[in-house]
């Protein structure tokens, strides 16, 4: 990264999804803050990042939920108690199979193997 002078999209995206966001880069940058121009370089990638799961996600409907994302963890959670409410109220058995049987999660993560491995293919494809 310090031997170019220019990046275009693709080499941005390439390297904030590379990025670890342990930080190192902003502590040697000497851009940094408190420089006047201030450029935080793990900000700045993770926020490449964002844009590239929202440009790349598929189907493609749902890449708005990584903008807003307090609104898609609200419905989830929401969801979830709509759901499953009534195994959360009072006090659970202690036994997490009296919660969550097991044939429940094998289907529940079946399916969003399934669903990651044909996303994975459609986006191979493309």
């Known amino acids: 990264m310090t031997r170019r002078l220019e990046f275009g999209k693709a080499d941005v995206h390439y390297l904030a ?16 803050p ?8 793990p900000q ?3 926020k490449a990042r964002v844009e590239t799961y929202a440009d790349y996600a598929w189907p493609g409907a ?11 963890l609200s419905i ?9 409410g009534s195994s959360w109220s009072g006090k659970p058995a202690g036994d997490f199979y009296a919660i ?4 429940m999660l094998a289907a529940m ?8 491995v044909f996303a994975l293919g459609m986006g191979a494809r493309c």
């Open 100 to 103: 969550f049987p097991h044939n």
């Open 34 to 41: 408190p420089n006047p121009f201030g450029v935080n370089l």
């Open 62 to 72: 749902l890449g708005a939920l990584y903008k807003r994302n307090g609104l898609t």
């Open 44 to 46: 700045a990638m993770a």
């Open 17 to 32: 999804n590379i990025c670890h966001n342990f930080g190192a880069c902003l502590h040697a940058c000497q851009y940094a």
């Open 109 to 116: 993560f079946s399916a969003v193997f399934l669903c990651a």
């Open 76 to 84: 989830a959670l929401a969801m979830n108690g709509a759901l499953w």
